[in-house]
């Protein structure tokens, strides 16, 4: 079964509106979470690294501002799109690891709709 | 030039086939290798970590050429459901950072 959980796994919205991503590690402590953004045929792009109780670390180019992280417990990770315009469109993955093996899980992915 | 550079294919090989992808990197100090495989819509699923001694899993075989700064990835005996995506991966510091190719993609037919 999974290790990492995402939800939801499909989000439809309006243009303008917020949509909240969750991604739970299941049955591990996750020190760190990593969000990733893939369009359709390119590679997964990092979006933030993200360690929990502090700050994510946001690649460049990618609005903190817009997408808001949250990494307040060993066990969820959360981006907030804010204000989703349909160029948002994409499809978002979330990974965890933990310096116990750190190895590296990948979670089902969400995949986001902007009308 | 881009991190991680794959032919983005499509690969059409019947069953049975050999198939080989290969992957570059630009970045000499890089760490750790891999390669995973993605189903179409799906997360991305680690088929196998890269080793400079070169590793083989069953029916599959990666090498790593650090002089060449390129990573290899062979296929024998091909099966429809190795039909995917294959996504060559490097960390190119010691954390857990991950650069990902677009992916070469790969399509078994019978």
């Known amino acids: 079964g999974a290790v990492v959980s995402q939800h939801p796994s499909w989000v439809i919205c309006k243009s303008g509106t917020s949509v909240k991503i969750e991604c739970r590690s299941l049955?591990?402590?996750?020190?760190?979470m990593f969000w990733y953004r893939q369009f359709p045929k390119q590679s997964l792009m990092l979006m933030a690294t993200?360690?929990?109780?502090?700050?994510?670390?946001?690649e460049q180019g990618v609005e903190k501002d817009k997408f808001l992280i949250n990494h307040a417990s060993l066990t969820l990770s959360t981006l907030t799109v804010t204000s989703a315009h349909p160029e948002d469109s994409s499809f978002y993955i979330c990974?965890?690891?933990?310096?116990?093996?750190?190895?590296?899980?990948f979670g089902e992915g969400s995949r986001l709709t902007v009308l | 030039r881009k991190e991680v550079e794959q032919d983005p294919g499509p690969f059409n090989v019947p069953e049975g086939a050999t198939v080989a992808f290969n992957c570059t990197y630009s970045n000499s100090a890089s760490q750790s290798f891999f390669w995973y495989r993605q189903d179409c819509r799906k997360e991305p699923k680690l088929l196998m970590s890269v080793y400079s001694s070169g590793n083989e899993d069953g029916r599959f075989t990666a090498q790593l050429n650090r002089a060449s700064q390129y990573i290899s990835l062979l296929i024998r005996d091909s099966k429809l459901s190795d039909s995917a995506t294959y996504l060559c991966?490097?960390?190119?510091?010691?954390?857990?950072?991950?650069?990902f190719g677009a992916g070469t993609r790969l399509a078994v037919h019978p």
């Open positions: 990974s965890a690891t933990t310096r116990v093996t750190g190895e590296l899980f």
């Open positions: 049955d591990f402590q996750a020190t760190t």
């Open positions: 993200s360690n929990e109780g502090s700050k994510a670390t946001y």
């Open positions: 991966v490097v960390n190119p510091r010691a954390v857990d950072k991950l650069i």
